[in-house]
């Protein structure tokens, strides 16, 4: 590869990442907003993958792994949360918690 | 190659932290074992106090940190541990009430994966361990606040802190690539670092270099979350108020230590030469922070709220200090070194948070469903200053003590934090306008802080006491967890001495760590270049810092 | 040093443990019992005196005598102060605040001379009023007060304030202590705060304080700011080398001017003068700043309206702090900085002038007043003068004399009046009781022993001490302020047995609801027969023996004086001023005399012809009610300061209701109005709040990355 | 060349915002194809054209920048589609393309990994979880009717404006960075996975190990969320009402 492959994964990457976001800001099903910040996550392992092609080592794709890790942990924590938000109120609605305000 | 004996050493008060919690997890097959969390939760702090005790030889450090190239061991670690664990000890026997029978295992051990995270959150040196430890300062928080209450805040607060948290995760983790990027380091300081990387390209590299501010800034704007700093503070108040207050107690000041940590060694990536782009960014973050926070606390009227946004205020204080860094001389006292200034703050902070709201727990609301509604509103607390006048009193105290009023340890932490920017107006020419209107403003938020805090003190003991509005919790514990916090308050106004020495040698120390990296890069050159001189590294390595700014 | 050092640091903890003690299970446990644990925290305290007084003295004694074998062996010393070293040296209790690179500020004490003496004043008499109060604190019955645990946590917290004060090592710890009881004083004032009176003169004495304080403050500031200490002896010893420098001793001094005044390199002649002159400039605002303070404290003329107001407290407060101990502080301080005010004339001629002005005032208020403790307290204003007209005559150790001999006599006055108020059932108006001679026979003698006392009567203890500050006032440069002194004499030898006269000579009457008169119980005729005697014999440290004619044997400037001489050295050496020859024998006879005549024209006005006080004070036409009404004071601060100050308020408030005044508002409430901004972005769902983050992040960005 | 290729990332960004604001669900509204059509296919012309101009010379180009516009014309429609399973499966999509991306670029042991961690795993609890939910219809509380919320987008306008400019502030930034002599240099190493296992047993060793705690901690707070015994249904009512908890009185 020349110099420019790692400009392009950078751009993907950030078009990615402001996806995810307009996808968490928008979206109000609980699900979505997290394949969202999954979205977000991918334009920072595709960023980081440019940037180790960039520099020539491994170092990008060692933090991408633990991007990984990270996003499995979230996943996993943020799923069980979800679930138990679900059975308390019956909707997946993120906008249905708003008691607390002000 | 992997040295596994170093780390070991090096690692000790983690390893005996989070074995402790994992032991502590075990417990928790068995009814009667897991009665028994505190006590382990006791045992596994000592242990890490005695590890990190040992730690303050610095001969073994050397040696063993030599190999570590991950870990940045020294006296800044071991401050911030020592810190955490003494808070975080009490944290621990605080929240002793809150977690339901079964819980109570994961309860006391997630508490302690968090305590653990802040510890490696100081001592990582890589990008990467900064960040895992970030996470596990706070995917424990996130569980912890679901766990600690039944009702529907609880759960509403768990929604919002960790949906929010982890698109905050997301925004510093694309912060960090960025640095990376930038740079092409993952390693924070010492030979072949980015903060060697930001000297080499000499202090023009920050103005010129668009992607390493990114870097920064998003760094710091997902650290923001921790911190509860402007932009990103609009979950504190319904977090804290959703959570059990002896775990908001803990809010206030784990996530916030560990954000802070972080933050400071993100912005010392910069070799703290804020001349530039980033100087204006944590000016407006500060001014920002400070007032949104003090105004919106000024709003309210349920006091647990009330404390959550001036906890932002507090960040907006420290952040304050952030800009300031080690000041020019980079010693000296916390007078004039603004990360000393933040440590010893930061210390005297988390302590009269947990005291406040540990008092607030232990004014419970009677007749309510759930066991562990704490008072809330200032109504609630209206006349305890007669009904109960000694946790009023400590209430009292630590309120004081975050208003900064003479006689508690909060007063010097804001004398410190002030002097050490009155301090480098001098310092700094350049920006001693921009410096002094923000002394102003933090000069304007002191005072309606103090405003807000007296309506506390006010509702406590100058309103009459209501009948059946509340009850003591019955939790020995909790009560002597106040009765700790409300004495350290005064306790640090007249002994700061101790913690303030300790604080400073803490920044000094990290400090250093900037200027060896300095040193070494420059040695490095000299090498190549083939210079022999005896008297230079010596010179160097007696004013690191200056020599390398000289060396610009 | 080292057990001098221990023991210092348990004479203001005793009490504080015996108060915090007090404050914590008084109200449950302890009830009426509490003043056990403050006596038994004070008397201990007493025994620690006792002990660092005598260590004191010991060392002192060495110091003389190695100053002899050095006189002898014709070893020349610079000079005096440094003879003593290790009393005026500070020893740090702990390191309190780092100041900068490896400069603290320390918590220190100094145990000096000067320290002894107040020690000595202030430990016994507070003991003694706090075992006078377990007395007064109660009904005849012997049920206590409401408060009464409250009242003794107060008095110990008092004495801890006290003691720090004067044991203070540097100016940080001085200021600490000021301020403390400034606030226990508030405190006990107020004790009787459900009185509107009393909760005002609390007040009142909290307000004029402040003022005085602020000044005190600034003060302490510009020390720090020009010397880079706080502690006395650096602070002292720079003063009197900035004074002596002058162009020939330059060499001399230089090394040691680098080290005062910060300077980095060695200067030369004539920039050392100007950064010498520049130090002298200062001096001058140091002391009058620092003179505010005292101002204040001490009551000294245009800050004196609190005191008198101050006697709503309880009477053994009056005796203790508002006359014996805390507002004598003010003299104090001044004695402390000695060589800080030497080292300026205008201070001293301010002080002194100050201090004249005061006695003569106070005492012919005094002359008109029917409250006996308001007369004892226009009393006390008039013999605070007396200290500070011989404060600004250099007269240090005549004035810190008077001072010691001041604070028995003083206390056992107001300590019978509270006798004779407890036997009245609380009033206090001597025109309306009289001839309690025979019914308080003890209360009544050790009165009179007082009062001779007061009066100056020749052989008691404020004979000695007054006659030593009139006489150096007459020989020194303002001979105006000892005449002012001797006619202030003869009007408090007056006032004081018209008082007596009125209380306890003539016919015997009682107010209404008082059947007869009881002798107060043993708690408090005990104290007051202790103070009596040393009323008596307290001024004899100061007198020195000699053989000779009638009152020839005996001449001022006694052992007293030799010991306090080392602490004054410094700013005798500034003042470059003889030491004041005391052969005037004649004085004595002459203010003996003064004495004698206020005294028999008192009790011929009083008891003989009752009637020529009314005449004197018709014929005297506006003078007499200019007394009366205190020359108007409270009334003339009113009409200066607080009705125009109304009326432009009213003014202000009728012309720009509309204008000002809502601009005021709106600052006032500039924290409301944007809070109630903010608080619409705090709408609960996260997403917004997510949004909130995001819009905020890229604010930044795009001001930090275009800006 | 790089001085233009700001505006193209400019105009990709605001095309691509267009379209993502119109393509956003509206409720019950009509959505307006045509116009998010025509931006589609306009930004991703721009995008190709701008990808091509970035790689220059490079042979072999066309896979690579097919597949960065399949992912992220996938995450467009993940975005915007009103049915969440829909969006699940794009998001599927999303993954495989970028795993493409990272096996052409050199990471093969990282896309691997995603594609297993992302498709095998993480996906599938995903849609369970959503099946789940929408099985029962019969839930609705005082804050949502039925599943509207899937088909109403929030704050369509400031959203698609914060993130949009965040993408083109970072672009920029990439686009206008003077890489001033670094260059492209093959990872040394040869096997990438193997290399990458080295790196991280011994210059990351602690960082693995503390992942493992991390997915441990995750582990037991997940199992301790969901066994918490939360009362069910308990009030579907709020027991305030709404914004009640900051404004029960005056602040005074």
């Known amino acids: 590869m020349e110099m420019a492959a790692p400009q392009v994964l950078m751009i993907v990457g950030a078009l990615l990442f402001g996806i995810g976001v307009i996808g968490f800001l928008t979206r109000r099903n609980m699900i979505v907003m997290f394949l969202s910040t999954e979205i977000m996550f991918q334009g920072v392992l595709t960023n980081l993958v440019g940037m180790g092609l960039l520099r020539g080592d491994l170092n990008g794709q060692a933090l991408g792994i633990f991007v990984l890790v990270i996003a499995a942990v979230e996943a996993g924590l943020g799923l069980a949360i979800v679930v138990m938000l679900y059975r308390r109120r019956g909707t997946l609605d993120a906008d249905g918690w708003r008691t607390m305000r002000g | 190659m992997l040295a596994l004996v170093p780390m070991i050493e090096l690692l000790l008060p983690e390893i005996v932290l989070l074995t402790g919690a994992t032991v502590i997890l075990l417990t928790g097959v068995s009814k009667t074992l897991s009665r028994s969390a505190t006590l382990l939760a006791m045992l596994a702090i000592f242990g890490a106090l005695i590890a990190t005790y040992r730690h303050n030889n610095q001969e073994l450090l050397a040696t063993a940190a030599a190999s570590v190239e991950a870990l940045n061991p020294g006296f800044f670690a071991n401050y911030v541990r020592m810190i955490v664990l003494a808070v975080g000890l009490l944290i621990v026997f605080a929240n002793r009430h809150v977690p339901e029978e079964g819980e109570r295992a994961e309860f006391v051990a997630l508490t302690l994966y968090s305590l653990a995270g802040v510890m490696l959150v100081a001592l990582a040196n890589n990008l990467i361990l900064l960040f895992l430890a970030l996470e596990l300062v706070s995917v424990p928080t996130y569980i912890l606040i679901g766990l600690s209450r039944r009702d529907i805040e609880a759960q509403e607060a768990t929604a919002k802190y960790f949906f929010l948290g982890a698109f905050a995760a997301a925004i510093t983790l694309y912060g960090f690539s960025f640095l990376y990027g930038a740079t092409g380091h993952l390693r924070l300081f010492g030979a072949d670092s980015i903060s060697a990387w930001f000297i080499d390209g000499g202090s023009t590299a920050l103005a010129n270099d668009g992607m390493f501010l990114l870097g920064v800034l998003l760094s710091i704007g997902g650290l923001a979350f921790k911190l509860a700093a402007a932009p990103f503070h609009f979950y504190v108040a319904d977090v804290y108020q959703g959570a059990a207050a002896t775990v908001t107690g803990m809010l206030g000041f784990v996530p916030k230590f560990a954000g802070m940590v972080a933050a400071i060694h993100i912005v010392g990536l910069t070799q703290w030469n804020l001349s530039g782009p980033v100087f204006w960014g944590l000016w407006v973050l500060a001014a920002a922070t400070m007032t949104v926070g003090n105004t919106l606390a000024f709003m309210q009227y349920n006091v647990k709220r009330m404390l959550a946004y001036s906890s932002v205020a507090h960040s907006g204080y420290m952040l304050m200090a952030l800009l300031i860094g080690p000041g020019q001389d980079g010693s000296g006292s916390a007078m004039r070194n603004g990360l000393a200034a933040i440590l010893f703050y930061m210390a005297v902070y988390g302590i009269a948070n947990l005291g406040a709201f540990c008092t607030l727990a232990w004014f419970r609301k009677p007749g309510r469903d759930d066991a562990y509604q704490s008072a809330e509103l200032l109504e609630d607390l209206s006349g305890t200053g007669r009904t109960h006048r000694w946790a009023a009193l400590a209430l009292a105290l630590c309120v004081l003590a975050l208003m900064g009023f003479p006689l508690t340890g909060g007063f010097l932490g804001k004398l410190y934090i002030f002097g050490s920017v009155f301090a480098s107006i001098g310092d700094q020419p350049q920006h001693a306008t921009a410096l002094v209107v923000l002394v102003a403003i933090g000069a304007l938020n002191a005072a309606v802080g103090a405003a807000y805090y007296l309506r506390i003190i006010a509702s406590c003991y100058w309103d009459a006491p209501r009948d059946g509005r509340v009850a003591p919790t019955p939790c020995s514990a909790l009560q002597a967890v106040w009765v700790v916090c409300g004495m350290l308050v005064p306790v640090l106004f007249f002994f700061p001495g101790t913690l303030a020495r300790n604080a400073v040698s803490a920044a000094h120390d990290s400090q250093m760590k900037v200027a060896a990296g300095n040193a070494e890069l420059v040695a490095r050159a000299d090498e190549t270049a083939g210079a022999v001189d005896i008297e230079k590294p010596t010179a160097r390595s007696a004013t690191p810092l200056k020599s390398a700014r000289a060396s610009d | ?707 | 060349m790089i001085e233009n290729l700001v505006y193209i990332v400019y105009a990709v960004t605001a095309l691509g915002a267009v379209a993502l604001f119109v393509g956003l669900p509206r409720g019950d509204k009509p959505q307006r194809n045509g116009l998010l059509f025509i931006c589609m296919a306009l930004a991703a012309g721009v995008s190709y054209f701008m990808f091509d101009a970035m790689l220059g010379s490079v042979g072999g180009k066309v896979p690579l920048i097919v597949l960065s516009l399949l992912s992220i014309g996938g995450a467009l429609r993940m975005v915007t589609h009103p049915q969440p399973v829909y969006s699940a499966l794009y998001f599927i999509m999303v993954i495989l393309a970028t795993t493409a991306i990272l096996v052409l670029c050199g990471a093969e042991f990282l896309g691997f990994a995603l594609a297993m961690v992302y498709a095998g795993a993480i996906l599938v609890t995903y849609v369970f979880v959503l099946m789940l939910s929408q099985q029962s219809t019969l839930h609705s509380d005082a804050f949502t009717q039925g599943f509207d919320y899937d088909r109403e987008a929030r704050e369509p306008f400031w959203a698609v404006a914060a993130g949009s400019l965040l993408a083109a502030t970072v672009g920029a930034v990439i686009v206008e960075r003077d890489w001033g002599g670094i260059e492209t240099v093959a990872v040394e190493g040869g096997d990438n996975t193997v290399a990458l296992g080295r790196i991280l047993m011994t210059q990351y060793a602690i960082s693995v190990e503390l992942a493992a705690v991390l997915l441990m901690v995750a582990m037991i707070g997940a199992i301790a969320v969901a066994r918490k015994h939360i009362p069910q249904a308990e009030d579907l009512t709020p027991r305030r009402p709404l914004g009640a908890a900051g404004r029960e009185a005056k602040p005074y």
Request: glycine residues 10%; contains cysteine; proline residues 4%.
């Open chain 3, 1 to 707: 040093m080292e057990t001098l050092r221990s023991t210092a640091i348990w004479i203001p903890l005793l009490p504080l443990i015996g108060s915090l003690l007090v404050g914590a299970i008084g109200l449950r446990w302890l009830k009426d019992r509490s003043h056990w644990l403050v006596i038994g925290g004070v008397a201990l305290a007493l025994v620690a005196v006792l002990s660092v007084v005598s260590t004191v003295v010991g060392e002192a004694g060495r110091a003389h005598n190695v100053d002899a074998v050095a006189a002898n062996e014709g070893i020349e010393l610079a000079h005096t102060s440094e003879h003593d070293s290790k009393l005026s040296e500070s020893f740090t209790i702990y390191k309190w605040m780092n100041m900068g690179a490896g400069s603290w500020l320390d918590v220190s004490f100094r145990v000096d001379q000067l320290t002894s003496v107040m020690l000595l004043v202030v430990v016994p008499i507070g003991f003694l009023i706090v075992c006078y109060s377990v007395g007064y604190m109660r009904d005849h019955h012997g049920h206590p007060e409401r408060g009464y645990e409250r009242f003794f946590a107060f008095l110990g917290l008092f004495l801890f304030s006290m003691t720090v004060l004067v044991l203070a090592g540097n100016f940080l710890v001085l200021f600490v202590g000021w301020e403390l009881v400034g606030l226990s004083s508030f405190l006990l004032i107020g004790f009787y705060y459900q009185k509107p009176e009393a909760a005002k003169a609390a007040r009142k004495a909290f307000i004029v304080n402040r003022v005085g304080d602020f000044g005190f403050a600034l003060g302490i500031w510009l020390i720090y700011l020009t010397f880079g200490t706080l502690d006395y002896q650096t602070v002292f010893d720079s003063v009197s080398l900035a004074m002596r420098f002058d162009g020939d001793n330059y060499a001399a001094i230089v090394p040691q001017l680098q080290g005062l005044l910060g300077t980095e390199r060695v200067p030369d002649v004539t920039a050392a003068s100007a950064l010498v002159l520049q130090v002298q400039d200062r001096i001058t605002w140091i002391a009058l700043l620092l003179f505010c303070g005292a101002m204040g404290k001490s009551a000294q003329l245009p800050l004196h309206v609190w005191l008198p107001d101050a006697m709503e407290g309880p009477t053994p407060v009056s005796a203790l702090i508002h006359a014996a101990t805390m507002v004598t502080a003010g003299v104090y301080l001044v004695a402390r900085c000695s060589v800080i005010f030497a080292a300026s004339p205008v201070a001293m001629w301010f002080v002194g002038s100050i201090g004249a002005a005061t006695a003569l005032f106070a005492a012919t208020i005094a002359l008109t007043q029917y409250d006996m403790k308001r007369i004892l307290a226009y009393s006390t204003l008039s013999q605070l003068g007396y200290m500070f007209l011989a404060l600004g005559v250099g007269a240090f150790d005549s004035a810190v004399f008077h001072l010691y001999t001041h604070a028995f006599f003083k206390a056992c006055l107001f300590l019978g009046a509270g006798s004779v108020m407890h036997a009245m059932d609380g009033v206090i108006d001597v025109t309306k009781f009289g001839g309690l001679k025979k019914d308080l026979p003890i209360t009544y003698r050790t009165f009179l022993i007082s009062s001779l006392a007061l009066a100056g009567v020749p052989l008691l203890s404020a004979f000695w001490s007054k006659d030593e500050i009139i006489h150096a006032a007459l020989a020194g440069n303002m001979p105006l302020l000892g005449w002012i002194g001797l006619l202030t004499a003869l009007l408090t030898a007056f006032y004081t047995f018209r008082m007596v006269a009125m209380a306890f000579w003539g016919p015997k009457m009682l107010p209404a609801g008082v059947e007869h008169a009881h002798e107060s119980g043993r708690w408090m005729t005990v104290p007051l027969m202790i103070l009596a005697v040393g009323a008596v014999f307290a001024g004899y440290v100061g007198v020195h023996f000699k053989s000779g004619g009638f009152l020839g044997f005996l001449e001022p400037h006694g052992t007293f004086h030799h010991f306090l001489e080392p602490v004054f050295a410094g700013a005798k050496v500034v003042l470059a001023a003889a030491p004041i020859a005391h052969e005037g024998h004649a004085l004595m006879y002459w203010s003996s005399a003064i004495a004698f005549l206020g005294i028999t024209n008192a009790w011929y006005f009083y008891t003989k012809r009752p009637t020529i006080p009314g005449a004197i004070a018709l014929a005297s036409g506006p003078i007499y009610p200019l007394f009366k009404n205190k020359y108007y004071v409270d009334e003339i601060y009113d009409a200066i300061f607080v009705q125009p100050l109304r009326k432009l308020g009213r003014f202000f408030f009728g012309s720009d209701r509309y204008g000002i005044n809502s601009l005021l508002f709106v600052i006032g409430n500039l924290p409301r109005v944007l809070g109630f901004g903010l608080r619409t972005g705090q709408q609960g769902a996260m997403q917004g709040y997510a949004l909130g983050m995001i819009l905020g992040l890229v604010a930044l960005l795009w001001f930090v990355l275009q800006g």
